[in-house]
């Protein structure tokens, strides 16, 4: 999965886990051994999971909310801690709940400590190779002779059937730079 859409995905997590604690607090208590009395804390640990879950769908900066949904998978690793001692609990549920919680953990921590690429919708925003640079194994030059220098408006004029060779060769090295492409040898 690439690096930006991780977030991406853990905010659709984020509202699947949200909404199944807001819909069923009573049985989740149930599972976990909990007092019924509990509920209205499982609900407002949904209410945080949807929160967080906007949070990443919605907003341009997406690494405070993948840190908001470490530090609630701490609070829920634990209050699952506090269930283990309560003797009403189904065993199964409880450790398979906690496998869960303990593999997301790990995810959301990989997701707020890897490097991640600026977001895409800045006016400045320069992609530099188009996703076919050389890091990535790609043809960089595949683009070339494809209309694309022309295109990309680098210069005043539009291609003409009599331009110059060197006009056009001007062009495509104009694009090369705009694009961000490796020079050619």
């Given at each position: 999965?690439?690096?930006?859409?991780?977030?991406?995905a853990?905010g659709?997590?984020?509202l699947?886990i949200?909404?199944?604690?807001?819909?069923?607090p009573?049985g989740l208590?149930?599972?976990?051994?909990?007092?019924?009395h509990?509920?209205?804390l499982?609900k407002v640990?949904?209410?945080?999971?949807?929160v967080s879950?906007?949070g990443?769908?919605t907003?341009?900066?997406?690494?405070p909310?993948?840190w908001a949904?470490?530090?609630?998978?701490?609070?829920?690793?634990?209050?699952?801690?506090?269930t283990?001692?309560l003797?009403?609990a189904?065993?199964?549920?409880?450790?398979?709940?906690?496998?869960?919680?303990?593999?997301?953990?790990?995810v959301?921590?990989?997701?707020?400590?890897?490097?991640?690429?600026p977001?895409l919708?800045?006016s400045?925003?320069?992609?530099?190779?188009?996703?076919?640079g050389?890091?990535n194994?790609?043809?960089?030059?595949?683009?070339?002779?494809?209309?694309?220098?022309?295109?990309?408006?680098?210069s005043s004029r539009?291609?003409?059937?009599?331009?110059?060779d060197?006009?056009?060769?001007?062009?495509?090295?104009?694009a090369?730079r705009?694009?961000?492409l490796?020079?050619?040898?």
């Amino acid at each position: 999965m690439k690096r930006e859409r991780l977030p991406w995905a853990l905010g659709w997590v984020s509202l699947g886990i949200g909404l199944t604690e807001l819909t069923f607090p009573k049985g989740l208590c149930r599972v976990l051994g909990a007092s019924r009395h509990n509920a209205g804390l499982m609900k407002v640990l949904g209410l945080r999971e949807v929160v967080s879950g906007l949070g990443l769908l919605t907003q341009r900066h997406r690494r405070p909310w993948v840190w908001a949904r470490v530090a609630g998978d701490a609070i829920d690793l634990a209050l699952l801690a506090v269930t283990f001692r309560l003797p009403r609990a189904n065993r199964a549920w409880q450790g398979a709940i906690t496998a869960a919680v303990v593999g997301v953990t790990l995810v959301d921590l990989y997701a707020a400590t890897t490097k991640q690429t600026p977001p895409l919708l800045r006016s400045d925003a320069v992609t530099p190779s188009l996703g076919m640079g050389a890091e990535n194994g790609g043809p960089a030059e595949s683009w070339r002779g494809s209309g694309l220098a022309e295109d990309l408006g680098t210069s005043s004029r539009h291609g003409d059937e009599g331009e110059a060779d060197e006009v056009k060769q001007r062009m495509m090295k104009e694009a090369e730079r705009k694009l961000g492409l490796p020079k050619l040898s």
